[in-house]
């Protein structure tokens, strides 16, 4: 068996380059939004497209091009480290699911989130189908395309919403935690939908193809439940110790451990991920003993993440007026479909109109969820550039205007006192727990 050469000094002169300009810009810019209430992803991918063929590349195309060269190998590098920054930024996003909370308002947040993601589903595969045209790489299965940007209309962003229940003082009240509770089952359908699609896309479209593609994802599902006690077992353990550090590297593989078990069965890393981070919410574990992991991804990794993505975005593609229009008309149908399907399932759950409409608008939010879902489609070549600079234009829009349409909807904050605090199981110190590690994004 050969040695493997070392990694050229070069190569790892210009990756660190990279992600010192990438990490210090996304971060500088992502403090500057959160500064003026906007979410941070937006300044950190902002510092991407800075950076990227859009300004940079265009201004200074010598140095952009030593900084951010064409070669393959230099790329991956770049994509490895984002490719953990992901699986981890889910992981979390998984963890931070309330069980208990979802299981006592079981048909509520059935209902609610079953609509919200059936109507922008199925709205999304008529918009795929429709509007392919301007959208579509060349190659890409018509309906393995549709169905796509289905699942990406479809999701919705826990962090963004969280951020702005927060800040109105609402996280630990029910309407609070129903809008997350059913953003977070919309999410978890969207990750397994996610999988069988980009699955399909490398099998080719077929019956067998679904079959196959679906019985992995229930393959998955059923070995993470049958994992589920031991896995809780080993990182109450961990906790027991009431070491950081061990917590963290408790955590960190056992979301490896999923990503790995996912990617085995053909499916998405992501899916692993995001199912063993639910199990890891099923702990409970202090806030202090997961606070190094959630500085280390939400500060560091997840920026990092953000900025490459920008960097990918072409705003160029724009110019076209055929996709630009085609943008807009998915913009519109993106925010009238997640806000029908949030408000008609609240109304068929009893809820008065006016926290019908404060659903609509905090399920809105697309955020870091669509953001990842846009990049799987690119790397799959599912989505051209100019589709993937479109979805994540539609991530950062819906994204800014969920929380004032929020804040709007629920007008004094105070007035949704009436309907009471949540049962113990979200308590304020809880409710700490899980929404203080995802304030920063």
């Known amino acids: 068996m050969g040695v493997?050469?070392?990694?050229?000094?070069?190569?790892?002169?210009?990756?660190?380059?990279?992600?010192t300009l990438l990490l210090g810009l996304a971060r500088l810019l992502g403090t500057l939004c959160a500064r003026i209430r906007m979410p941070a992803i937006v300044g950190e991918l902002l510092a991407g497209v800075l950076v990227g063929p859009s300004v940079f590349g265009h201004l200074l195309p010598a140095l952009s091009r030593w900084v951010f060269p064409p070669q393959p190998d230099q790329q991956h590098l770049l994509d490895a480290i984002g490719q953990?920054?992901?699986l981890l930024l889910v992981g979390l996003a998984?963890?931070?699911?309330?069980?208990?909370?979802?299981?006592?308002?079981?048909?509520?947040?059935?209902?609610?989130?079953?609509?919200a993601f059936v109507i922008p589903l199925a709205m999304g595969v008529g918009a795929g189908v429709v509007l392919a045209r301007p959208l579509r790489s060349e190659g890409s299965h018509p309906l393995i395309f549709a169905f796509f940007l289905a699942i990406a209309l479809a999701v919705t962003a826990i962090p963004?919403?969280?951020?702005?229940?927060?800040?109105?003082?609402?996280?630990?009240?029910?309407?609070?935690?129903?809008?997350?509770?059913?953003?977070a089952v919309d999410d978890a359908l969207g990750w397994m939908l996610l999988s069988v699609v980009?699955?399909?896309?490398?099998?080719?479209?077929?019956?067998?193809?679904?079959?196959?593609?679906?019985?992995?994802?229930?393959?998955?599902?059923?070995?993470?439940?049958?994992?589920?006690?031991p896995i809780r077992a080993l990182v109450r353990r961990a906790a027991d110790g009431?070491?950081?550090?061990?917590?963290?590297?408790?955590?960190?593989?056992?979301?490896?451990?999923?990503?790995?078990?996912?990617?085995?069965?053909?499916?998405?890393?992501?899916?692993?991920?995001?199912?063993?981070?639910?199990?890891?919410?099923?702990?409970?574990l202090p806030a202090e003993l997961v606070r190094p992991l959630d500085t280390t991804v939400l500060a560091v990794l997840a920026p990092i993440y953000f900025a490459a993505a920008g960097l990918r975005m072409d705003l160029g593609a724009l110019s076209d007026p055929k996709v630009l229009g085609t943008g807009l008309a998915v913009l519109a149908i993106a925010t009238v479909s997640k806000f029908a399907g949030a408000y008609l399932g609240g109304r068929l759950s009893g809820l008065d109109s006016?926290?019908?409409?404060?659903?609509?608008?905090?399920?809105?939010?697309?955020?870091?969820?669509?953001?990842?879902?846009?990049?799987?489609?690119?790397?799959?070549?599912?989505?051209?550039?100019?589709?993937?600079?479109?979805?994540?234009?539609?991530?950062?829009?819906?994204?800014?205007?969920?929380?004032?349409?929020?804040?709007?909807?629920l007008g004094d904050?105070?007035?949704?006192?009436?309907?009471?605090?949540?049962?113990?199981?979200?308590?304020?110190?809880?409710?700490?727990?899980?929404?203080?590690?995802?304030?920063?994004?």
């Not at 493997?4 to 992600?19: A, D, E, K, N, Y």
């Not at 208990?100 to 989130?113: C, D, L, N, P, Q």
């Not at 991920?273 to 409970?284: D, H, K, N, P, T």
């Open 354 to 409: 006016r926290f019908c409409i404060a659903l609509g608008a905090g399920m809105n939010a697309r955020g870091v969820i669509e953001v990842v879902i846009s990049g799987i489609g690119l790397s799959l070549g599912i989505l051209s550039p100019a589709a993937y600079t479109v979805l994540i234009l539609v991530a950062l829009i819906t994204s800014l205007t969920a929380p004032p349409l929020l804040r709007w909807a």
């Open 94 to 115: 998984g963890s931070h699911v309330n069980l208990r909370y979802m299981r006592s308002h079981a048909g509520t947040v059935a209902k609610i989130s079953g609509m």
């Open 413 to 441: 904050p105070a007035a949704t006192g009436r309907e009471g605090r949540d049962e113990p199981a979200c308590a304020a110190a809880d409710v700490k727990s899980a929404s203080g590690r995802i304030v920063d994004d």
């Open 198 to 229: 980009a699955a399909l896309s490398v099998r080719g479209p077929s019956v067998s193809g679904v079959l196959l593609s679906v019985g992995a994802v229930a393959a998955a599902a059923l070995a993470v439940m049958v994992c589920r006690r």
């Open 242 to 284: 009431g070491e950081p550090a061990t917590v963290t590297a408790t955590v960190v593989i056992v979301l490896l451990a999923g990503a790995v078990t996912t990617q085995a069965l053909g499916l998405e890393a992501i899916l692993g991920a995001f199912l063993c981070g639910m199990v890891v919410a099923s702990c409970r």
């Open 84 to 86: 953990l920054g992901v």
């Open 4 to 19: 493997v050469p070392p990694v050229p000094s070069h190569t790892v002169l210009v990756l660190l380059v990279q992600l």
């Open 160 to 183: 963004v919403i969280a951020k702005t229940l927060l800040d109105l003082g609402l996280m630990q009240r029910s309407i609070g935690q129903l809008i997350l509770s059913s953003g």
